[in-house]
């Protein structure tokens, strides 16, 4: 290793690539890493992290509501949003001197400038400097998707959302994944008239179909609008202040804002990978073996940039594993992407983990599926009318437990706990033989018959 300036050099600082630099380094490399953006990647600095901060803002326009009922007098509520975007953002801006403290703590050497490969082992940066590498890791990301229409450039993206000046009084969110309707959460509980276009006839695929419906039902008597099977045929600014909307088979409508969900893409260009000849797939993805290895030696790639599993803490497992696999004194290993357990934090949020009854059906052929359908106890005294559904799919052979569906308040932290059940493969009497803890929604998991 001694013929290169570092044994490995990565490009990107998100979850993936910080952790694997940090884990190689820690096993003795000599570790490098280059960011042109901000440390922490998308989760840190404009993704899943700043948008749990404002998705807990906006349960507070329910909470304040439901109070009163508990008795609570609090007057007039009024809310702020530059407050809001103010302390959010601040906290994004601790979290990346974190990053880039715990890189500079294990020796990485933080390069926060553009990097491309511009030869065998060779990366170039931005100011000129040439750099060489015995392995060279790609955790660069994805970025978000943009529709083919006129006008597009007049929208944003979750990107920019966190940034925005004032909140719109009428805004259009295009996507039917958890990005687009984690937003339209925010902006209706924030006082936003909302309404989502989806290309599409259903939201959220590769979710149950129960809790999708029930999504849809919860969201609508929320005030959400939704248009399906609709597309955007352009979108023109309005002399008076936001933008004039056409969308197909619909009247031009007036709105605010035009906030694009609607899928995210790969960051593979001008990255230099046909220099050396990555070899990537039809979305723009770099394709990789099991250990995270692309079409050359000493190539790798972890994170969304390879298509997997967008997942964080999924680039973070292939990070830790390609470190260990490549400068750890262990058996080279790659990361199990099956039953991954995921959340939607809409309002209310959706969790999930392993098959939906329909995979379920299709793989297994005779399931048994069981169902808790309730209406929290909080809700009950609140006045609030929405209720709560857990689904438990069967093996109809064995019992064992092939996935779990809840749309609840607090569902992904009941999740998480459930998850392991699921990947442990246990039955559903083990679920049955454990007792509940009274009186929570969670001991619905333990006593559905």
Same mark, same amino acid.
């Given at each position: 290793? !001694?013929?290169?300036?570092?044994?490995? &050099?990565?490009?990107?600082?998100?979850?993936?690539?910080?952790?694997?630099?940090?884990?190689?380094?820690?096993?003795?490399?000599?570790?490098?890493?280059?960011?042109?953006?901000?440390?922490?990647?998308?989760?840190?600095?404009?993704?899943?992290?700043?948008?749990? @901060?404002?998705?807990?803002?906006?349960?507070?326009?329910?909470?304040?509501?439901?109070?009163?009922?508990?008795?609570?007098?609090?007057?007039?509520?009024?809310?702020?949003?530059?407050? *809001?975007?103010?302390?959010? *953002?601040?906290?994004?801006?601790?979290?990346?001197?974190?990053?880039?403290?715990?890189?500079?703590?294990?020796?990485?050497?933080?390069?926060?400038?553009?990097?491309?490969?511009?030869?065998?082992?060779?990366?170039? *940066?931005?100011?000129?400097?040439?750099?060489?590498?015995?392995?060279?890791?790609?955790?660069?990301?994805?970025?978000?998707?943009?529709?083919?229409?006129?006008?597009?450039?007049?929208?944003?993206?979750?990107?920019?959302?966190?940034?925005?000046?004032?909140?719109?009084?009428?805004?259009?969110?295009? #996507?039917?994944?958890?990005?687009?309707?984690?937003?339209?959460?925010?902006?209706?509980?924030?006082?936003?008239?909302?309404?989502?276009?989806?290309?599409?006839?259903?939201?959220?695929?590769?979710?149950?179909?129960?809790?999708?419906?029930?999504?849809?039902?919860?969201?609508? @008597?929320?005030?959400?609008?939704?248009?399906?099977?609709?597309?955007?045929?352009?979108?023109?600014?309005?002399?008076?202040?936001?933008?004039?909307?056409?969308?197909?088979?619909?009247?031009?409508?007036?709105?605010?804002?035009?906030?694009?969900?609607?899928?995210?893409?790969?960051?593979?260009?001008?990255?230099?990978?046909?220099?050396?000849?990555?070899?990537? #797939?039809?979305? #723009?993805?770099?394709?990789?073996?099991?250990?995270?290895?692309?079409?050359?030696?000493?190539?790798?790639?972890?994170?969304?940039?390879?298509?997997?599993?967008?997942?964080?803490?999924? !680039?973070?497992?292939?990070?830790?594993?390609?470190?260990?696999?490549?400068?750890?004194?262990?058996?080279?290993?790659?990361?199990?992407?099956?039953?991954?357990?995921?959340?939607?934090?809409?309002?209310?949020?959706?969790?999930?983990?392993?098959?939906?009854?329909?995979?379920?059906?299709?793989?297994?052929?005779?399931?048994?599926?069981?169902?808790?359908?309730?209406?929290?106890?909080?809700?009950?005294?609140?006045?609030?009318?929405?209720?709560?559904? &857990?689904?438990?799919?069967?093996?109809?052979?064995?019992?064992?437990?092939?996935?779990?569906? @809840?749309?609840?308040?607090? !569902?992904?932290?009941?999740?998480?706990?459930?998850?392991?059940?699921?990947?442990?493969?246990?039955?559903?009497?083990?679920?049955?033989?454990?007792?509940?803890?009274?009186?929570?929604?969670?001991?619905?998991?333990?006593? @559905?018959?």
């Amino acid at each position: 290793m !001694a013929d290169y300036d570092y044994d490995l &050099f990565t490009i990107g600082a998100g979850s993936g690539g910080v952790r694997a630099s940090r884990v190689s380094a820690a096993h003795g490399a000599k570790v490098a890493i280059a960011e042109e953006h901000r440390v922490g990647g998308t989760c840190v600095i404009r993704g899943c992290v700043p948008k749990k @901060m404002l998705v807990y803002g906006a349960h507070f326009a329910e909470d304040l509501e439901d109070c009163q009922k508990f008795g609570w007098d609090i007057g007039e509520a009024t809310f702020d949003w530059i407050k *809001l975007r103010d302390n959010v *953002l601040a906290d994004v801006d601790r979290l990346e001197g974190a990053y880039t403290e715990t890189l500079e703590s294990h020796d990485v050497k933080v390069f926060k400038e553009r990097a491309v490969i511009t030869g065998d082992h060779e990366i170039t *940066l931005e100011s000129g400097k040439k750099i060489t590498a015995k392995h060279i890791l790609i955790a660069t990301g994805a970025q978000p998707r943009l529709p083919d229409c006129e006008g597009v450039e007049h929208g944003i993206t979750s990107n920019e959302a966190f940034h925005l000046d004032e909140l719109p009084k009428k805004v259009i969110i295009a #996507g039917g994944g958890y990005i687009a309707n984690e937003f339209a959460g925010i902006f209706n509980e924030f006082g936003s008239q909302v309404k989502i276009v989806n290309r599409g006839d259903q939201l959220l695929r590769g979710y149950d179909e129960a809790l999708r419906d029930r999504l849809l039902q919860i969201s609508i @008597m929320k005030g959400i609008d939704f248009q399906f099977n609709s597309v955007f045929e352009y979108i023109k600014e309005c002399p008076d202040g936001g933008y004039f909307v056409k969308l197909s088979d619909c009247e031009e409508e007036h709105v605010d804002l035009v906030m694009f969900a609607i899928g995210r893409t790969p960051n593979t260009g001008g990255l230099g990978l046909d220099t050396v000849g990555v070899e990537l #797939g039809d979305n #723009g993805e770099i394709k990789v073996d099991e250990f995270s290895k692309t079409s050359v030696d000493h190539i790798y790639a972890v994170g969304d940039v390879t298509d997997r599993v967008q997942l964080t803490p999924i !680039a973070i497992r292939e990070g830790q594993a390609f470190a260990d696999s490549v400068f750890g004194d262990v058996e080279p290993y790659g990361v199990d992407h099956s039953c991954i357990p995921s959340a939607v934090f809409s309002h209310p949020p959706i969790a999930s983990v392993g098959m939906t009854e329909g995979e379920a059906k299709s793989a297994l052929g005779s399931v048994k599926v069981f169902q808790s359908d309730f209406r929290p106890m909080k809700n009950v005294l609140a006045g609030r009318n929405e209720r709560s559904l &857990f689904k438990m799919v069967c093996d109809a052979a064995d019992d064992r437990i092939v996935g779990i569906h @809840m749309i609840a308040p607090e !569902a992904p932290e009941m999740m998480q706990a459930a998850a392991i059940a699921v990947k442990a493969g246990l039955t559903k009497a083990d679920f049955d033989a454990t007792a509940a803890i009274h009186p929570t929604m969670a001991e619905e998991l333990v006593l @559905m018959r």
